[in-house]
């Protein structure tokens, strides 16, 4: 048996090497690079052909890296791979997911339709499905999630004295119950009002049983940061031991990483997107997830 291929995008290496040795696939060699006009240079320097191909590509930062990720599977294809597979620990464009001003894209459902015409499967980890059921219902190719939420109880378990788990808001509730659970901590969940992106207004429930806890925000995604910086704030400021950040995806946006450390928190994610703060490792959960998606050639 041909063993398939795993490709990465510019800045994925890191992870691909961990899934070609968990999955025993054959490391590809992708040579990428942009001309002066930032148009892009795109060969592959391991052949596809005949080979089930999969292209790992973290889509953080998404719009700079769509377009070479689009080429990179149409090109395994023209090659003759007999499958082509996309690894993508972030999945971007998921919080359009409806039109609530007249004349606005769905960006989730264009995406989605882009990737499935792209690749013949999918893996992601936790996308954010907020008015969707399943990934099902825009993606048109087969799709597996991974969930992260165990690994977060079990790192909150081995390294967190005495926590309790706090969510952003009502919509998160049953997914911090679950962590909290798991964890073996009590949870609670903060009041929030959004008024911008970047406007956001919250107010802590009673706590005071709690008092003497490690304070443990866990949301999916950090990226303006906005209510984990003012949850920290209100916290410090009420006497609270200094709190403790965790995100599935960290994007960080507008220095979001550097404030919330200001403002007294340590903040840890997992490797979905790399960053320094990467404590918790999805790379076993991907690789069983790909062995259950993709098909390998004979």
Sequence with gaps: ????????????????????DDLHYELGQLNMRQFP????????????????VAIVCTLAHPNEKFLPLVFTAAT?????????GLVS????????????????????????????????WMVTVDPHLHRYGALGEIYSIPTRVVHAAPLISQW???NITNPVIIGPDSESEQWVAAVAKDAGAPYCVL??????DRDVRITLKDMNKWKGCTPVLVDDIISSGRTMIEAVRLL???????????????????????????????????????????????????????????VVSP
Aim: proline share 3%.
């Design 89 to 120: 620990p972030y999945l971007a464009y998921m919080r359009q997911d409806r039109r609530f001003t007249t004349g606005e894209a769905v960006t989730s459902r264009q995406v989605a339709h882009l990737i499935s015409e792209a690749f013949d």
């Design 37 to 52: 006009d930032e148009e892009t240079y795109l060969r592959f320097a391991s052949s596809p052909e005949a080979r089930s």
């Design 236 to 294: 410090t400021s009420q006497g609270w031991t200094s709190p403790v950040c965790i995100a599935v995806h960290g994007l960080f946006a507008d220095n979001s990483v550097v404030l919330l450390v200001e403002a007294g928190a340590r903040v840890v994610t997992t490797n979905s997107v790399r960053h320094a703060t990467n404590e918790i490792d999805i790379g076993r959960l991907l690789a069983g997830a790909i062995g259950e998606v993709a």
């Design 156 to 158: 909150i378990r081995t």
């Design 191 to 196: 009041e929030k009002v959004r008024h911008e």
């Design 76 to 84: 395994a294809r023209e090659l003759g791979a007999s499958q082509v």
């Design 1 to 20: 048996m041909t063993a398939p291929l795993l490709f990465a995008m510019p800045g994925n290496e890191w992870l691909s090497a961990e899934l070609a």
